[in-house]
């Protein structure tokens, strides 16, 4: 039996390798467009994602002491804080974002508030919260993303919704594989590795 974050995963997986071996190329498409629908579907199969990645991304952040979010692996990189802060700064801005939604109102310039987020939350219990908070805000601007709206290409990045949820998840997949390596550097190993 699988639990629901790999039943979760797995359904996405599913759900992307049928998107692929049926969708034609771009240059046979007239225009990008889904019903209602496959926009329900596709919204609810990067939610599914968006959770399983939160899980994994708390669980990180809750098992790395709180001595090593200062570490970096080298004087360029983000440290473990930034890392996370910037996986933060994802959930408050361009997630919503990816479907239509909004950052929080009171949330600044993003050019200027979202590099300083990495900054501004160094500990891990200030780090920790943002997590929280900025998840929280994230999941409700995507469940509040009305599909009807999501059929076509839409603002405020010109795409399709399942363009706009690759995009996302792909580069929040690919923070959580940076973090995974922090993780294994400083000596802690992901809580759900075997």
């Known amino acids: 039996m699988l639990n629901s974050t790999r039943r979760g995963s797995l359904t996405f997986a599913l759900t992307l390798v049928a998107t692929a071996a049926f969708t034609p190329s771009r240059t046979a498409i007239a225009q990008d467009v889904f019903d209602v629908k ?7 199969s990067f939610l599914s994602d968006l959770d399983t990645l939160h899980a994994r991304f708390m669980a990180l952040a809750n098992a790395i002491p709180a001595d090593k979010y200062s570490w970096r692996p080298t004087p360029e990189v983000r440290t473990v804080s930034e890392a996370f802060m910037h996986v933060a700064g ?38 920790i919260d943002q997590l929280n908070k900025s998840w929280v ?29 690759l995009a996302m998840t792909d580069d929040l997949h690919e923070h959580l594989g940076q973090l995974i390596v922090y993780s294994r550097s400083v000596g802690v190993k992901p809580p759900w590795s075997k």
């Open 38 to 44: 496959a926009a329900t579907h596709i919204r609810a």
């Open 90 to 127: 994802e959930w408050y801005f361009y997630a919503p974002r990816s479907l239509a939604g909004n950052a929080p109102a009171d949330f600044g310039v993003p050019r200027e508030k979202l590099p300083a987020l990495e900054k501004q939350f160094t500990t891990k219990d200030a780090v």
């Open 137 to 165: 805000h994230c999941r409700k601007e995507v469940l509040a993303a009305d599909p009807a709206k999501l059929t076509g290409k839409y603002k405020p990045f010109g795409v399709a919704i399942d363009e706009a949820m």
